[in-house]
Structure formats: structure tokens, C-alpha cells
């Protein structure tokens, strides 16, 4: 079993800037990929960044340029920085673990982001 636990987000506004934290405890193990996803109101969840243990980012074509997507494998954490908000990023934004070895997944609870004035 692993555990995320997720910080950050929040209101925010057009423009500005935000950093999500997302840290795995549990059966972690060496090999695995952890990421962001987010849901808006009437959407399907979209993936937003992903990033393997050993690097390699994917980032969604809508945060291409102002996003940036981190490990530190020392503490089995994700950080997501985006920058330039704008109001359709707002959604309840979920952290991701996905085992490289197992296959399986583990979502964290959710953090709600709002983009307004």
C-alpha cells in the first residue's frame, strides 16, 4: 500500500503562480512514476504532468511553458510548479502513484486550485 499525502493550492490569481507537494509513503519501492492529474466541474480527469523516478517529464500541451515537474527521490515526493494561471486551471488537482513494478495506482485525496480575481 502507499499513502500520498498532498499540499499546496488554493486561490490564486490570473497570472500568478502556484507549487503543489505530494509526498508517497509505504511499499514505495525503487521504481515507479508519480504525477498530476486535475478535474474540473463536468470534465473527465486530465493528465497535467507525469515524471518517472529517474526522470523524463510529460507534460499536458496545455501547461507546455509554464509548468515544471520535480522529484526528490530522497523523500518520495512530487512538486509541480505552474505559473501564469489562468482561470480554466481551476480544478481539484490529484496526486498520482503508479509502482513500476506492480502496476498499480494510488491517488491522493485532492487539492483544489482556483484561478480568480
Known amino acids: 500500500q502507499v499513502q500520498l499525502v498532498e499540499s499546496g493550492g488554493g486561490l490564486v490569481q490570473p497570472g500568478g503562480s502556484l507549487r503543489l507537494s505530494c509526498a508517497a509513503s509505504?511499499?514505495?519501492?525503487?521504481?515507479?512514476?508519480m504525477g498530476w492529474y486535475r478535474q474540473a466541474p463536468g470534465n473527465q480527469r486530465e493528465l497535467v504532468a507525469t515524471?518517472?523516478?529517474?526522470?523524463?517529464?510529460t507534460l499536458a500541451d496545455f501547461v507546455k511553458g509554464r509548468c515544471s515537474i520535480s522529484i526528490d527521490d530522497r523523500k518520495n515526493a512530487v512538486y509541480l510548479q505552474i505559473h501564469d494561471l489562468k482561470p480554466e486551471d481551476t480544478a481539484v488537482y490529484y496526486c498520482?502513484?503508479?509502482?513500476?513494478?506492480?502496476?498499480?495506482?494510488?491517488w491522493g485525496q485532492g487539492t483544489q486550485v482556483t484561478v480568480s480575481s
Open positions: 498520482n502513484f503508479r509502482s513500476g513494478y506492480s502496476g498499480q495506482e494510488y
Open positions: 515524471m518517472p523516478r529517474t526522470g523524463g517529464a
Open positions: 509505504g511499499t514505495i519501492g525503487n521504481t515507479y512514476v
